[in-house]
């Protein structure tokens, strides 16, 4: 019944497709998901079965990530689909983590591409060392052979990805640094799973797919294109009951009545006007451990508002001050 359904499912998107034997021009979501949908019926036709049977990898949290629901989902269907997943919101939110979550959960290695403004694609992909080529020509005392320049061809982070022998998750770090030619031309070889080397003219072919999960801070828009090409999921700041789940996660034995004073005080500390980087979830772990460190401190004083170690919680001067005059002025 099933595959029926997706028959016929395929059949009503083909038609809604077409019209007068001409693909309709505004068609990139219904392109994509008919792509999404002829994938799910080579799997029914291959005989292989769905996530929910188990069979196929499923991503369900890990040790130290608390997971909310439509966040699973989307990360599921991303690796169901073979599809990027772009992960959008401001920093300390998780979105970094998540890929070292899935990494754990789903025992794969972890390849990180940390993207700077000035990178070049083909730094991703490969490198060709002139230099050590050079310097083993002129002085002799190598044994790799200098004729050979496959031996001076290192592979970059998405080419360590193509060529791993097992399946790999690939975190794209900071996607929106990159300029527009690297992001589209990234996602072509991410489409297409190879990339050419001209200096040997060899062609990487991927062994296997890599769950590509990227970031981005939205510091600037990624062009229509790139998103079209990817699943979407922004991940908002935890809510105080998140933030409580996730404290709960890292410091288990920590005293009820103390979790509460800190989650207060830290949300009230995010609310401080003039602040330009908020204190995010990474700052309020660091926070608790120095206070549990401080065999001195004593939970009531965040009640009479004074704050200990706000060089934790805030990382630039000017926040520093703001922060400090507030709590000088005000007591909670």
Known sequence: MQKQNLF??????????????????????????????????????????????????????????????????????????????????????????????????????????????????????????????????????SKRDVSNIEEYIKMGKIGRAFVSDARVVLLIDEIDKADTDFQDDMLDVLDQMSFDIVEIDKTIKAKHRPVVIITSNAKKDLSDPFLGRCNFHHIAFPTPDIMREIINVHFPQLDRDLTKSCIETFYRLREIPGIEKKPATRELINWIRALRYDPDFRPTRLAKGEVPYLGVLFKKSSDYVTAAQHLAKARW
């Not at 966040?71 to 300390?92: C, D, F, Q, R, Y």
């Open 8 to 141: 016929q499912a395929k059949e009503n998107i083909a038609h809604f497709c077409l019209e007068g034997n001409e693909i309709v021009c505004r068609k990139n979501f219904i392109d994509r998901t008919f792509i999404s949908l002829q994938y799910i019926f080579k799997k029914i036709e291959t005989g292989e079965e769905m996530n929910s049977s188990g069979k196929v990898f499923r991503f369900t949290g890990a040790s130290k990530y608390v997971l909310d629901p439509e966040l699973a989902k989307i990360v599921n269907i991303s690796i169901e689909l073979e599809m990027p997943l772009l992960l959008k919101g401001e920093p300390g939110t998780g979105k970094t983590m998540l890929a070292h979550a899935i990494a754990e959960a789903l025992h794969m290695p972890l390849i990180v591409l940390n993207v700077k403004s000035s990178m070049k694609l083909v730094d991703a992909l490969y490198q060709y060392d002139t230099l050590t080529r050079l310097n083993d020509s002129r002085f002799g005392d």
